[in-house]
């Protein structure tokens, strides 16, 4: 197995399941992710021999992101890391699926904040109300943990990308 699907298949993942359950636990996700993610997609672009014109169009596909999704932050209708953890994960699949990426992030946090007003609508459980993180969920004036629809998202179209087509010698 190459070093690059090693990096795929360890660090995307665990960065993207660590980045869901950190916005549905904390409401954040971390710079320091969000800059492993970067990092790494530079540690297998350059494994991957991925030429300096590949490179710069995934370099503006993320751009893109972050230009668009800190629109959406100054709007107040993401959050920072939200825009952040997308912009990453754009740099990793750059145009190519950029589009069934945001697509496929949009509806699965479109359901995600049904099913947070649904279950906001029901008192929190009792067992739960110990749980800093389920009364933070189910406060009415909380955002939702879009996190977890971006890592969703993510996770499904990862091996439909180029750079895994690479790694996989496709």
Not at 1 to 26: H, K, N
Request: proline share 5%; hydrophobic share 60%; aromatic share 12%.
């Amino acid at each position: 197995m190459s070093l690059p699907l090693i990096i795929m298949l360890g660090v995307f993942p665990f960065a993207m399941a660590y980045a869901a359950a950190s916005d549905l636990v904390s409401m954040t996700i971390s710079n320091r992710l969000c800059l492993s993610l970067v990092a790494a997609f530079a540690l297998c672009a350059a494994l991957l021999g991925l030429s300096p014109t590949a490179i710069a169009w995934h370099l503006a596909a993320g751009f893109t992101v972050l230009v668009g999704a800190f629109g959406l932050f100054a709007a107040g209708w993401i959050g920072g890391g939200d825009a952040k953890l997308a912009a990453a994960t754009a740099l990793w699949f750059g145009f190519d699926q950029l589009m069934p990426y945001l697509l496929l992030s949009s509806v699965g946090g479109g359901l995600l904040t049904l099913l947070i007003l649904q279950v906001r609508a029901h008192p929190l459980p009792v067992f739960a109300t110990n749980w800093g993180w389920a009364r933070r969920l189910h406060a009415p004036k909380e955002g939702v943990p879009y996190g977890i629809a971006l890592a969703f998202a993510a996770l499904f179209l990862l091996p439909e990308t180029a750079l895994w087509r690479a790694a996989v010698g496709a």
